[in-house]
T-cell receptor, first 113, second 113 residues
Framework: DQQVKQNSPSLSVQEGRISILNCDYTNSMFDYFLWYKKYPAEGPTFLISISSIKDKNEDGRFTVFLNKSAKHLSLHIVPSQPGDSAVYFCAASGSGGSYIPTFGRGTSLIVHP | DGGITQSPKYLFRKEGQNVTLSCEQNLNHDAMYWYRQDPGQGLRLIYYSQIVNDFQKGDIAEGYSVSREKKESFPLTVTSAQKNPTAFYLC????????????FGDGTRLSIL
């Protein structure tokens, strides 16, 4: 049973536009959420995180929004660039005192020039 | 330059043979992890170690074994008992299992012939 769900396997956007990647979770005990970016044949790299005490965290072109009541978070990339083309993994942690992340299946983002 | 080194990048083995994947980190992190990634799947936790000489099973530990004799090293053995070993294997580390942010190696792709 997936506790972290990324329901869109892929997303295609035009360069300069906004990319919105979505993530839902089922375990209300999660209190720390992360996004990782992964290029082919490489390991994931940490992108941005958010604690459950916040509803928004911003880092340059990347913003993560958290809606605890809906158990939903989203990653916004503005403006999108071709170099952003990668697989994005959502992860959640904090359940039962464990901060080992539970990962979603990923969303493949393609940004067209 | 600190980081995690996984070797080799590609590994081929005959069915029925055990194979060991290497993971070394120079980040002085206490916690280390092994994940498996299959196409269209998220990262699934195989084993993790909070400290030297200690390790715990993750969600899919059957058919795998690990050791943690040194802080820097966390090798993973894929045994002949693992029924479907062909996959992309990722090693990660973090300051502790209470830190949600992990650093990943570039992975090893294992193919069983």
């Amino acid at each position: 049973d997936q506790q972290v769900k990324q329901n869109s396997p892929s997303l295609s956007v035009q360069e300069g536009r906004i990319s919105i990647l979505n993530c839902d979770y089922t375990n209300s005990m999660f209190d720390y959420f992360l996004w990782y970016k992964k290029y082919p044949a490489e390991g994931p790299t940490f992108l941005i995180s958010i604690s459950s005490i916040k509803d928004k965290n911003e880092d340059g072109r990347f913003t993560v929004f958290l809606n605890k009541s809906a158990k939903h978070l989203s990653l916004h990339i503005v403006p999108s660039q071709p170099g952003d083309s990668a697989v994005y993994f959502c992860a959640a942690s904090g359940s039962g005192g464990s901060y080992i992340p539970t990962f979603g299946r990923g969303t493949s983002l393609i940004v067209h020039p | 330059d600190g980081g995690i080194t996984q070797s080799p990048k590609y590994l081929f083995r005959k069915e029925g043979q055990n194979v060991t994947l290497s993971c070394e980190q120079n980040l002085n992190h206490d916690a280390m992890y092994w994940y498996r990634q299959d196409p269209g799947q998220g990262l699934r936790l195989i084993y993790y170690s909070q400290i030297v000489n200690d390790f715990q099973k993750g969600d899919i530990a059957e058919g795998y074994s690990v050791s943690r004799e040194k802080k820097e090293s966390f090798p993973l053995t894929v045994t002949s008992a693992q029924k479907n070993p062909t996959a992309f294997y990722l090693c990660a580390s973090s300051i502790s299992t209470l830190s949600g942010t992990q650093h990943f190696g570039d992975g090893t792709r294992l193919s069983i012939l």
